[in-house]
Nanobody, 124 residues
Framework: EVQLVESGGGLVQAGGSLRLSCAAS????????IGWFRQAPGKEREGVSA????????YYADSVKGRFTISSDNAKKTMYLQMNSLKPGDTGVYYC?????????????????WGQGTQVTVSS
């Protein structure tokens, strides 16, 4: 029903920037939590950032706070992650995730819907 499509990943040098996008289709609710998880090879998936559609509240993992900024265009049903001052440790597959009528918990890997992922590679 709901499909999430990520874009904007790529290869960047340490200290550089990328902006990820997640476009949601088939989303009829205006009340949802949406955000990003990432997974590096051989590591568990971890929460990165989340935003609530109704009030715009944002949440960040400690490792990215101050460097990443999440935003959402509710009319377009598109969510963005601006990533600045990228580090090699930010490398991984970034997944868009969505929870309907709830909070996207960055400390759990649960989501109602997941995107296919987009690769981010930060070279040193």
């Amino acid at each position: 029903e709901v499909q999430l499509v990520e874009s904007g990943g790529g290869l960047v040098q340490a200290g550089g920037s990328l902006r990820l996008s997640c476009a949601a289709s088939g989303l009829t609710s205006d009340d949802y939590g949406i955000g990003w998880f990432r997974q590096a090879p051989g590591k568990e998936r971890e929460g990165v950032s989340a935003i609530q559609s109704l009030d715009g509240s944002t949440y960040y993992a400690d490792s990215v706070k101050g460097r990443f900024t999440i935003s959402s265009d509710n009319a377009k049903k598109t969510m963005y992650l601006q990533m600045n001052s990228l580090k090699p440790g930010d490398t991984g597959v970034y997944y868009c995730a969505l929870v309907i009528r709830g909070l996207l918990n960055l400390y759990s890997d649960y989501a109602d819907y997941w995107g296919q992922g987009t690769q981010v590679t930060v070279s040193s």
